[in-house]
Each structure stands twice: as C-alpha cells, then as structure tokens.
C-alpha cells in the first residue's frame, strides 16, 4: 500500500494555510532574527565600566522604548531608560534591569545597585535565526510554533504536500442515520461519523459521501464520482464474504484490487486497490463493517498510507510503538493471527507504562473500546500473564 500511496504532488502554500501541512523543501530564514541587536529586560542601558563598584549614580539622558531608533548615544556616567524590545544605543554594552535600580526623579538620575558584566540584558542581532540558516527540513509537519518562526523572519509562504482529500464513505441496506425509528434488522450508522474525525486527525481533508445502499449500480456511481474529485476513498463494510458485499462485487469490477485476508484481529478481512480516474490512480481502502475492525484497520492499514500522501516519511507516517507493562492476564487461543487489544496506557507510579484491558474486545463491542488509547500487539500464541511486558501502539502520547 504504502508503495502505491506515493506523496502528492507539493506547491507553494500560503503562511496562512500552511498549519498541519507536510513541508516538500527545506525552509531556509530570508532575513536573521532579531534583526537589530536589542534589550531583553525593561531598565536602563549603561556602560558596564561606570557601574563596577556599585551603587553607581548615573544622568540619564534619554529613553528609548520598543519600535524607536535609537538616537541617542550613551556617554560615560550616563544612562539611557530603556523597554524590552528597543534597540541598544551607541555606547552602551550591558542593560541593567530596572529591579537593580532607584530613579532620582528630581535631578534626572539613576543609581544603579549592582555591577553587570558586558553584554548582560542584551540580544544580538540573529541569537534566534541567522540568515541563510535552514529552520526546517523537508518532510516535517508544520505546527503552531513553527508559523511564528516562519513569520519571525518573513518567510510568507513555502512549498508543502497538500492534505489528501479522502471520501469516506459507509455501505449497508441496514445502515440509518437520520434519527428515524429502527425497524427490526436497522442499526445507526456509526463508522462513517467516526472515519470521517480519524480521516481529519490523520491530517487529511474528509469529503463525506455519506450511506450507499447495497446496491452495485449505486456504489459504483459513488466511487466513480469520487475517484473523480478526491485522492482516496475510504469505504466501510461489504469486503467479507457474505452474498451482498457489494463493495468487494463493484471495486472487482471497476479497480485494480488486492483482496486481502489479514493474519489480525480484529479486521481480517480488508481490500486494498486503485479506480482509475483520468490519468490518477486513486487509492481506494475497504474496512471491513464491524466498528472495532473498522477502527482498528483504519488505525493500522490505512492511516499510515494516507499520511504517506499528505508528505510524511516513515518516522511520521506511522504511529509510535511503546514497551508496555501488563496489568491483567490476557487469556487467548493460538490461531495464526496477531490480535490488536484495545487498552488503556497510563504512566505507573513504578515510573513505567502499563496497560489495563477491558474485557469488551469482540468486533462489534465499540464503546469498550471507545476511551481507549493504545493498541497491545497480543503475539499469535496463548497469551500473558500480568506483569509481562508486550509491545503497544499508541494513539496519543500518554
Ligand atoms: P459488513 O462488513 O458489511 O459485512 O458488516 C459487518 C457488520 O458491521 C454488520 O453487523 C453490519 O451491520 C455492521 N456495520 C457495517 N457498516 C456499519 C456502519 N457504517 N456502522 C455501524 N455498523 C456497521
Ligand atoms: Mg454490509
């Protein structure tokens, strides 16, 4: 999959609409930061030679607050009043904090009440960026702080991957999602409005295309119209091996499929292919219906694909791993398949991680799985005992 879901292709992006964007190029700094050399503390600029043996009493002969030029020069037993921000005026190397002084209102004076060595209080001219210098490399996913860094020395756009626009979409004869009464054999649709937020955390943009009945005709109209207009379709249910699962039935039709059975559980059964849509090949992701299976392949399968395409390398792509410490036995039978447990982490009081299970784990049980944030990776095998330590996939870091 992850060789089929090549990056999309990079363009320039405005600052504005550069957060949660993968860079395509390394960012290198137009202009330095601070531009001019300037105080980091409110108090009076001096010459660090005049205040040596403190207290020292000083004239002052001016003030200079942020955004002023700096007209004014600093002569021996002078000072200059000074705001943090402002440039540092000619003569003067150190800035003393005005918690270290008492002004003398009356005769224009300041008395300064403890050395400062040269240099103290002041900022120099590109201590943050110096220009030239490469703020970020390419693949890095652009976040708050990195927008002030950008707009800190000027950089007013830069070339990015753009967010994926993913179709989600859900099929089922069963499936209601407009608060009508069920009648017997109708459920509420769920894993739509759950795909389309993870869809949206992955980093992508979610078009919804909302319930396809089990109908081919429908289906195929729905996943050609949008094959056309998004770069991946995200579909839930009809992939197993039921008589009506249309979505297996429509894409072995219209795509370049691989039927996959998945040696996992939960989501064994997932479809991974390509509709052709003029000259892109867009990828197209069959979870299977079970809430659980659908979550958990979304988690697994499919989100670290979708993240190739918005830029992302591998390191990013994927989710992190952690070595966690078990709190319950985890009883299961040997039956060729890695199982993915839904768990809760938590950081311990002996320091380390540990995972707690609840006992809710079928396919269909989602709200057990609801508030959880890892996945434990349970080996193929007879379980673990609590204590023992296992391998977890963590949504959110703990
Ligand atoms: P399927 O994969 O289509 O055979 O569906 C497997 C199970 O998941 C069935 O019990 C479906 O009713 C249920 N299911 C399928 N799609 C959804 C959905 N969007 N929301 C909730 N349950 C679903
Ligand atoms: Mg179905």
């Keep these: 999959m992850l060789s089929r879901c090549t990056r999309l292709t990079s363009s320039p992006v405005a600052l504005e609409d550069l957060y949660g964007l993968v860079l395509a190029d390394a960012v290198t700094a137009p202009e330095s930061v601070p531009p001019f050399e300037n105080t980091a503390v409110d108090g009076y600029a001096v010459r660090s030679s005049d205040v040596v043996s403190p207290p020292a009493t000083l004239k002052v002969v001016g003030e200079l607050t942020a955004g002023a030029a700096p007209g004014i020069a600093v002569e021996p037993g002078t000072a200059v009043r000074i705001m943090t921000g402002a440039p540092i005026p000619e003569g003067c190397d150190a800035i003393v904090m005005v918690e270290d002084t008492e002004r003398l209102e009356d005769v224009d004076g300041v008395v300064v009440k403890t050395s400062v060595p040269a240099g103290a209080g002041i900022r120099l001219a590109g201590s943050d960026i110096k220009r030239g210098d490469v703020l970020f490399s390419a693949g890095v996913e652009v976040n708050a702080a990195?927008?002030?860094?950008?707009?800190?020395?000027?950089?007013?756009?830069?070339?990015?991957?753009?967010?994926?626009?993913?179709?989600?979409?859900?099929?089922?004869?069963?499936?209601?999602?407009?608060?009508?009464?069920?009648?017997?054999?109708?459920?509420r649709e769920s894993n739509r409005t759950m795909l389309l937020r993870l869809v949206a955390d992955a980093g992508c943009e979610s078009v919804d295309y909302g319930i396809v009945r089990d109908d081919e005709d429908a289906l195929e109209r729905v996943l050609r119209e949008a094959a056309e207009t998004c770069d991946a379709i995200v579909t839930s249910g009809g992939v197993s091996m039921g008589d009506?699962?249309?979505?297996?039935?429509?894409?072995?039709?219209?795509?370049?499929?691989?039927?996959?059975?998945?040696?996992?559980?939960?989501?064994?059964?997932?479809?991974?292919?390509?509709?052709?849509?003029g000259t892109r090949h867009v990828p197209v992701f069959g979870l299977p219906g079970n809430p659980v299976s659908s979550f958990v392949s979304f988690e697994l399968l499919a989100r670290p694909a979708l993240r190739s395409m918005a830029g992302h390398p591998a390191t990013t792509a994927f989710r992190s791993y952690a070595t966690v410490i078990l709190d319950?036995?985890?009883?299961?039978?040997?039956?060729?398949?890695?199982?993915?447990?839904?768990?809760f982490a938590y950081w311990h009081q002996d320091g380390r991680l540990h995972v707690r299970r609840s006992d809710a784990q079928a396919s269909h049980q989602l709200s057990a799985s609801a508030q959880t944030n890892a996945l434990l990776e349970v080996p193929n095998g007879n379980g673990m005992k609590a204590g023992d330590t296992a391998r977890a996939l963590l949504f959110r870091p703990a």
């Design 146 to 187: 990195m927008l002030g860094v950008l707009s800190s020395c000027n950089v007013r756009s830069a070339s990015a991957h753009p967010r994926p626009r993913v179709a989600v979409l859900s099929t089922g004869d069963e499936l209601v999602d407009d608060g009508s009464p069920l009648h017997i054999g109708q459920i």
């Design 244 to 277: 009506y699962d249309v979505v297996k039935l429509v894409l072995s039709r219209i795509a370049d499929m691989r039927w996959m059975q998945i040696a996992m559980k939960p989501a064994k059964p997932f479809a991974f292919g390509e509709i052709t849509a």
């Design 328 to 343: 319950d036995d985890i009883q299961r039978k040997s039956d060729g398949k890695v199982h993915f447990d839904r768990v």
